[in-house]
């Protein structure tokens, strides 16, 4: 089951900028693309995929970004961005790439785009209808989040987290032939939000008795690292999985 729905940038803030853009030409084009609106040229400046909020799927080539096209920039957004100025608005995050606005847009070097942190209305509302879908898939006792975040499959389990709010998120996981409208066969409540650097990689510490599990979220500079479960107990690593992408 292909289900690895990321939640993008919702906890990965990002806290240390201000080096100078390292290639203001790069990003001076693509702010000409983004003011011409031209969508086509665009495609081919994404670095795919383009992970969106949870339960939002990633953009995964040009023809997907076509056709979400206006759930990614509206009139807003593109104000932003044509109206940036290179040297100025544009800070380097070091390997992580180059930020408008301390992490709203992401480009790679080369001036590709890797990221938007922002959310259009259009994306908001589909968001929202997506997380309503998401309540009617999972067993009653997890219906109440304030949102969630995170759901992938491993070789042994599936696995959701989410937020409860108050910086608590919650674990469940059932065996990876349950489905997860049955009873999840772990709950761990309580769970911890862990930054990771500065460039919104970030992962999730849950206790359970002995047992520390912990999912690990890769962001930036490696996106299509997919999200890892560690267990273990004390020093010892018990068991280390891969989502299935």
Same mark, same amino acid.
């Given at each position: 089951?292909?289900? %690895?729905?990321?939640?993008?940038? +919702?906890?990965?803030? $990002?806290?240390?900028?201000?080096?100078?853009?390292?290639?203001?030409?790069?990003?001076?084009?693509?702010? @000409?693309?983004?003011?011409?609106?031209?969508?086509?040229?665009? /495609?081919?400046?994404?670095?795919?995929?383009?992970?969106?909020?949870?339960? +939002?799927?990633?953009?995964?080539?040009?023809?997907?970004?076509?056709?979400?096209?206006?759930?990614?920039?509206?009139?807003?957004?593109?104000? *932003?961005?044509?109206?940036?100025?290179?040297?100025?608005?544009? =800070?380097?995050?070091?390997?992580?790439?180059?930020?408008?606005?301390? &992490?709203?847009?992401?480009?790679?070097?080369?001036? !590709?785009?890797? &990221? *938007?942190?922002?959310?259009?209305?259009?994306?908001?509302?589909?968001? /929202?209808? +997506?997380?309503?879908?998401? !309540?009617?898939?999972?067993?009653?006792?997890?219906?109440?989040?304030?949102?969630? $975040?995170?759901?992938?499959? =491993?070789?042994?389990?599936?696995?959701?987290?989410?937020?409860?709010?108050?910086?608590?998120?919650?674990? /469940?996981?059932?065996?990876?032939?349950?489905?997860?409208?049955?009873?999840?066969?772990?709950?761990?409540?309580?769970?911890?939000?862990?930054?990771?650097?500065?460039?919104?990689?970030?992962?999730?510490?849950?206790?359970?008795?002995?047992? =520390?599990?912990?999912?690990?979220? @890769? *962001?930036? &500079?490696? &996106?299509?690292?997919?999200?890892? %479960?560690?267990?273990? !107990?004390?020093?010892? =690593?018990?068991? $280390?999985?891969?989502?299935?992408?």
């Amino acid at each position: 089951m292909k289900r %690895l729905l990321l939640a993008v940038f +919702l906890y990965a803030g $990002v806290n240390a900028f201000g080096q100078d853009n390292p290639n203001p030409k790069a990003v001076s084009a693509f702010i @000409t693309i983004v003011k011409q609106q031209d969508k086509q040229v665009l /495609a081919d400046k994404v670095i795919y995929p383009l992970k969106r909020q949870y339960p +939002l799927p990633a953009i995964n080539n040009k023809q997907e970004f076509l056709a979400r096209y206006n759930e990614l920039f509206d009139d807003s957004l593109i104000h *932003i961005i044509a109206n940036s100025d290179p040297a100025k608005d544009w =800070t380097s995050g070091g390997w992580r790439g180059i930020s408008l606005n301390h &992490g709203q847009v992401w480009l790679d070097d080369n001036g !590709k785009l890797v &990221g *938007i942190n922002y959310q259009t209305k259009i994306e908001a509302a589909k968001r /929202a209808a +997506l997380i309503a879908a998401d !309540k009617s898939q999972i067993h009653p006792s997890l219906r109440d989040y304030k949102q969630p $975040v995170l759901a992938f499959q =491993t070789d042994k389990f599936n696995i959701r987290i989410d937020d409860m709010g108050n910086n608590s998120f919650r674990y /469940a996981s059932w065996p990876v032939n349950v489905k997860t409208i049955d009873q999840p066969e772990m709950v761990i409540q309580d769970g911890k939000f862990i930054r990771e650097g500065s460039g919104g990689n970030h992962s999730f510490s849950f206790e359970n008795g002995a047992y =520390t599990y912990n999912v690990e979220i @890769t *962001i930036i &500079g490696m &996106g299509k690292v997919p999200p890892t %479960l560690t267990i273990s !107990k004390g020093d010892e =690593t018990i068991l $280390v999985q891969k989502a299935k992408k």
